[in-house]
C-alpha cells in the first residue's frame, strides 16, 4: 500500500482547505484511515481518522466542528476537509493507513503506513 497526500498550501486564517490521500495497492487488510499534523517543533498529533466503509469517524478536540474526514472508495481517496482554519493549524500533515483495531485509531503506532506529508500554512 502507498500513500500520496496533496492539497496543502498558503490560506488565510478563517479560510479552507481539501487535503487528499490518494491509496494505491492491495487494501484488504487495511482497518483505518487517519490524518495527523506535526508543526514545527511538536510532536505528530493525530487529527482525524475514518474507517475503510466510512461508518466511523473520530477527530481531536482541536478540530472538531472544523474539520471533516471523508472517503471515496471508488477513488480509493480519503479527504480532509479543513474550514476555520487559525495559524494554530499550521503544520505538515500527513495520511496514514492501519490494520489495528479502531480503539486505536488515535495513537501513531497504530499506523504502519504513511504518506510524505503536506504543508499547511495559516497565515493570521
Known amino acids: 500500500v502507498q500513500l500520496q497526500a496533496s492539497g496543502g498550501g498558503l490560506v488565510q486564517a478563517g479560510g479552507s482547505l481539501r487535503l487528499s490521500c490518494a491509496v494505491s495497492?492491495?487494501?484488504?487488510?487495511?482497518?483505518?484511515m487517519g490524518w495527523f499534523r506535526q508543526g514545527p517543533g511538536k510532536e505528530r498529533d493525530f487529527v482525524a481518522a475514518i474507517n475503510l466503509n466510512g461508518a466511523y469517524t473520530y477527530y481531536a478536540d482541536s478540530v472538531k466542528g472544523r474539520f471533516t474526514i471523508s472517503s471515496d472508495n471508488a477513488k480509493n481517496t480519503v479527504y480532509l476537509q479543513m474550514n476555520s482554519l487559525s495559524p494554530e493549524d499550521t503544520a505538515v500533515y500527513y495520511c496514514a493507513s492501519s490494520k489495528g483495531i479502531l480503539s486505536t485509531v488515535r495513537l501513531p503506532s497504530a499506523y504502519d503506513i504513511w504518506g510524505q506529508g503536506t504543508l499547511v500554512t495559516v497565515s493570521s
Open positions: 495497492g492491495r487494501t484488504f487488510s487495511r482497518r483505518f
